[in-house]
Structures are given as C-alpha cells and as structure tokens.
C-alpha cells in the first residue's frame, strides 16, 4: 500500500510538473496559442454534442446550430481580452509582494513624507508607477546627506519576505524601482552610490544600531509586531 502510495505521489507531482511547463512555455506564450487552446474543449464539447444530435429534435438541432458557434466565438474573445487586459496591467508596474497595510490608518508623516509622497508611495505599494517622484528627507546620522538605507529598510518591512536575499535580476529591477521613484532631498539616485549603499546596508542591517533603529522605526509606524 506504501508503494503505491508513493508511486502515485511521483506520478501527480511529475503530472503537475509537466502540465505546469506546458502551460507557461506552449500556451501563455502569446494571444494566439492561448485562444487555441481554449478552442479544445469547446471543440469537444461540440463532438459530443453532434454525436448526441440524433436524439435532438430539428428545432433544437437549428437553435444549437446557430448559437453554439457564436457563443464559442464569444467566449474566446471575451477570455482573450481579459488575458490581453491583465498583460498591460502587469506592463504599467512591477511585480514585487507586499505585506497588508492599511495606508489611511498609517502616519507616514512619521517617516517623513508629505500628502503627495504617501499618495505615489501607495502607487508603489500596489506595484504600479509613481506619478510623482517621493521625497526621501530621512537623514543621515549626524550628516546632512538623505539616507539610501532609509529606504532599503522600508522596502525590507514593506515588502514581503524582504529586500536583503533578493536575487540578481530582482535586485537590479528593485533599485531601479528606486531611482525611477525617489528623489533624496530633492536631487537624483546616483546609480553607482546607491549599489554600493545597498551593498553596506546588506552586510549591515541586522548588526548596525542605526539600521536597527530605522527598523524599529517603521515597523512602529506602520504597526507591524
């Protein structure tokens, strides 16, 4: 009994596996390949509906004739237009998760920002573009300079999972996000300064005081235990 358990264990998840690399690589490659595939079942069911013809009655043989087809076709351009839809949502954003907040119950005043930086932060955190670069006004300890790890602290609370393991590609897009979004008082990310401050805050946020700090910080404010 525990071999075939075990041996259907490997079939499903083998299955599964299969159907998974099929779907993403054959049938979400584009618009076409995906209308053709729902066309399958359709196509079946016609099948079976013809096979079945012999017991309908000529009025309802016409009437099946007639609207079948059309609610086929209507049913294909309706899902593609839907999957044609959440391709250009997915087009105006990004894709990182975040944890639940309830922006209008947090005092982002707290943290520095004003009306208009919390209005595009909250574009950011439903992963769409801001309209409006945010302000970064956070300092740095005893200098006058705006503080990168400000920012990478927030992103690591902010998003799920954190900021401090994300892979290559998810890094380089992530501080991107930030130059695209951000001003540090006001002037432009520095592409090469802000690499090499994510590079410190990285080998530093779980040891160094201040980060500590801007940790503490802003779970505080946006009431995460």
Known sequence: MERL???????????????????????KRNDTTMIAFLMIPLLLLAIVLVALSGFISFEYKSAFLFFYP????????????????IKKKKSLGYNFKMIPLNFS????????????DIYNLNLLYR?????????????????SAASYSFLFSLFHVM????????????????????EDSFTMKGDSLNSNTIQSNFSKWKSKVISDENYLNDLALIKSTLNIK
């Open 5 to 27: 358990i075990e041996f259907l264990g490997d079939f499903f998840f083998k299955a599964s596996l299969a159907y998974e690399n099929f779907f993403e690589e054959k049938v």
């Open 70 to 85: 059309l609610l086929g076709l209507s049913m294909l351009i309706f899902t593609a237009g839907y999957y044609r839809g």
């Open 105 to 116: 119950k947090i005092n982002f005043q707290t943290l520095g920002f004003n009306e208009s």
């Open 127 to 143: 992963n769409r573009k801001v309209e409006n670069k945010i302000n970064n006004t956070n300092l740095v300890k005893n200098k």
């Open 159 to 178: 998003i799920k999972n954190g900021i401090k393991e994300l892979n290559t590609a998810d890094r380089k897009l992530f501080l991107q996000i930030l």
